[in-house]
């Protein structure tokens, strides 16, 4: 995924690509104490786990150089704390294994930082449009569909020319993720595009309200999915796992009000065990699961 184009570029120069197989912390730390890293990566969802066994067991370690990927979708306060562990910078950057290199980078999160802000620049190596649904740019401020061409972008799907035809619309691959650009030319990540509920005729994207539930120092992981709603059509309902002496709804409602307009405000709590989140192999959330179990 994130080091595919890294990996193989290590290995042409000779160089060591240090290879796990799925999420085991214990196996990562202690790879990390025998080998200097150039970069380590962490994908979301993976780092609550390590940052456990890394605390557990804080073996010397032999050099990193850069850690982490994709910081938009880690709660701000897991960057402070796995860059605090491991003594180095986080990378800010955002990409899909689609385009190879990613798009849209900036500076480097130093070492137990809270980031308040992950803005990036749009890379020289790419072309990059914000569209709305009918493919037309949007203004400065509001949130478009990021698509991108360049040599590093994949050539296809294998075999899927129904995919192939929607995605690569207008000479352009549409990566399904919604940026807003701001008057410095910068942009900033919304949320994926499928992930957009519509209340009562008003967009709202979950990552927004996910952010302001995971700014709550016990909150561990929160995800926000939609749920149909006889009023509204569709509404927010923030599935969320918290810590031993974590917030109840009423104290997240409150944080909710607080930064949050009405109508992006949840529905509902449901507290789980962050064991209890689904996953995909790469840690990412499976929202359509969370969904699901609403509706029965």
């Known amino acids: 995924m994130a080091l595919t184009d890294h990996a193989l570029a290590t290995v042409l120069r000779g160089r060591t690509v240090v290879m796990v197989d799925g999420l085991q912390p214990a196996v990562i730390n202690e790879a990390l104490s025998r080998h200097r890293i150039g970069w380590f990566v962490m994908m979301p969802g993976a780092l609550?786990?390590?940052?456990?066994?890394?605390?557990?067991?804080?073996?010397?370690?032999?050099?990193?150089?850069?850690?982490?990927?994709?910081?938009?979708?880690?709660?701000?306060?897991?960057i402070a704390e796995l860059t605090a562990l491991l003594d180095t910078p986080y990378l800010n950057s955002f990409g899909a294994t689609e385009t190879g290199l990613p798009p849209g980078t900036a500076d480097l999160i130093a070492p137990g930082v809270t980031p308040d802000r992950l803005s990036k620049r749009i890379s020289a190596f790419c072309e990059v449009r914000l569209v709305d649904p009918?493919?037309?740019?949007?203004?400065?401020?509001?949130?478009?569909e990021m698509a991108v061409r360049g040599p590093t972008l994949f050539s296809g799907y294998w075999y899927a020319d129904d995919a192939n035809a929607r995605d690569f619309?207008?000479?352009?691959?549409?990566?399904?993720?919604?940026?807003?650009?701001?008057?410095?030319?910068?942009?900033?990540?919304?949320?994926?595009?499928k992930y957009l509920i519509k209340t009562g005729g008003e967009n709202v994207y979950p990552a927004e309200i996910e952010r302001v539930l995971l700014s709550h120092p016990g909150v561990v992981d929160a995800a926000v999915v939609r749920a149909f709603d006889v009023k509204w059509g569709e509404s927010p309902v923030a599935f969320v796992a918290c810590s031993k002496d974590g917030p109840d709804a009423e104290a997240l409602m409150n944080l909710c009000r607080e930064n949050l307009a009405g109508y992006k405000r949840p529905r509902e709590f449901l507290f789980i065990a962050f064991e209890d989140f689904p996953r995909s192999t790469s840690g990412k959330v499976q929202r359509h699961i969370l969904e699901d179990r609403l509706a029965d």
């Open 169 to 193: 619309r207008n000479g352009f691959f549409h990566m399904g993720d919604l940026f807003r650009r701001n008057a410095d030319g910068t942009v900033d990540f919304v949320d994926r595009a």
């Open 48 to 78: 609550d786990a390590f940052i456990a066994e890394r605390r557990a067991n804080p073996l010397p370690l032999k050099g990193i150089k850069v850690c982490g990927a994709m910081a938009d979708l880690v709660p701000p306060h897991q």
């Open 134 to 144: 009918d493919d037309r740019d949007v203004a400065d401020g509001t949130p478009g």
